[in-house]
């Protein structure tokens, strides 16, 4: 990797990865296109380590121009795909936008990838982050997903990343594209946008505001620590094989009322003026379709790769929420958005 493409590098697993990348590869140079929507922001990417190997260029996946001419002038080498519209409720309210960004976007990059590298595939790789939504949910008793479970998307958000997973192969199997996939389970870490569960938690924690609870909170994810998430991308674009797939998963699955409380018991310690913390809990009605439980199996990615998480959600968990104590320049920045918080009213307050 010379020069990289990555897209959505102003965003939460996107701006991580650039920090790991730049630490990774030293003699690498960094692209990073961002339109800088509400979960974008330039906040994230201050104290970058080198950042004179860092370029950030402010733009729209979809504009085909402007990606064709980076990819040419910069003698783009590797794309890293992040940008995406993300968050299900949303996408309840909203779908458009998510298939203009997750179809539309994707197959944009893919075009100009193809125009790019043609005839000189060799060396090249377009790597697409994709998500665990896509298989649909498991019942309790259910086996994890693979990577060859059967796609069963159930939201507008998970059918547009289900879209844009198949475009990607399409390109591979059509055109030869050199591309490879990785399905991740649910992140959380620093520079995380708090529409997100956990720092939304910590942040209405902290300010004594009710913390949401979907239903009866037994909702099941697999928790993954976004550090974890960007060595694995790392090593599948450095090592993994073009054409596949691999699963991420963090092997962590509390049920989501569970993880709250934990929130709770670890700010009632580094808090305690507010503690019990527990007492903002307040169950809202459902979310509609809301999928019941995700697991990741990631043999694949550890027999091949050797990959497998560093972080349990005990210590993850713990680090996030101290980062977000001690980042209130950053968490002034979001909260103080007039958009997010006729966001939390539009989808919290109002159900």
């Keep these: 990797m010379k020069n990289i493409l990555i897209t959505g590098g102003a965003g939460f697993i996107g701006a991580n990865f650039v920090r790991y990348l730049l630490k990774a590869e030293p003699e690498a140079r960094i692209y990073n ?35 064709g001419r980076l990819m040419t002038e910069h003698a783009i080498d590797t794309v890293i795909h ?22 539309i976007g994707t197959f944009t990059l893919l075009e100009a990838a193809r125009a790019a590298w ?54 591979y199997h059509t055109y030869g594209l050199p591309v490879s996939i990785t399905n991740c389970s649910n992140n959380y870490g620093p520079f ?18 009710p913390l949401p609870i979907y239903g009866d909170g037994k909702q099941i994810r697999d928790w993954l620590y976004v550090e974890d ?9 450095k090592n993994g094989k073009v054409g596949e797939t691999y699963n991420v998963g963090g092997g962590n699955q509390p049920y989501n009322i569970d993880l709250v409380r934990e929130i709770c018991s670890i700010l009632d310690e580094l808090r305690p003026d507010g503690a019990p913390h527990t007492r903002l809990m307040t169950h809202v009605p459902d979310r509609p379709g809301h999928d019941r439980r995700y697991d990741m199996d990631i043999t694949k990615i550890r027999a091949e790769l050797g990959w497998v998480p560093r972080h349990d959600i005990e210590s993850g968990l713990r680090a996030t929420v101290e980062w977000y104590l001690e980042n ?5 920045s979001v909260l103080g958005d007039e958009g997010y918080t006729a966001w939390l009213e539009k989808n919290y307050a109002k159900r």
């Design 33 to 67: 296109l961002d339109a800088l929507t509400y979960a974008g922001s330039l906040e994230n990417l201050h104290d970058l380590p080198d950042p004179a190997r860092h370029s950030f260029i402010q733009g729209d996946i979809c504009d085909a121009e402007l990606v």
């Design 82 to 103: 992040f940008a995406a519209e993300s968050h299900v409720d949303r996408s309840i309210h909203g779908p458009g936008a998510f298939v203009q960004t997750n179809v």
């Design 118 to 171: 043609a005839g000189e595939p060799s060396g090249r790789r377009f790597h697409h982050v994709s998500t665990d939504e896509v298989f649909g949910s498991l019942a309790p008793n259910d086996p994890a997903f693979i990577e060859s479970t059967p796609y069963d998307p159930r939201s507008p958000y998970s059918a547009s990343k289900a879209a844009s997973d198949h475009l990607v192969r399409a390109y």
């Design 192 to 209: 995380q946008f708090p529409e997100k569960l956990i720092p939304l938690m910590v942040l209405n924690a902290t300010l004594g505001k």
């Design 229 to 237: 998430h960007c060595e694995a991308i790392y090593l599948v674009v």
């Design 328 to 332: 209130q320049d950053w968490v002034k």
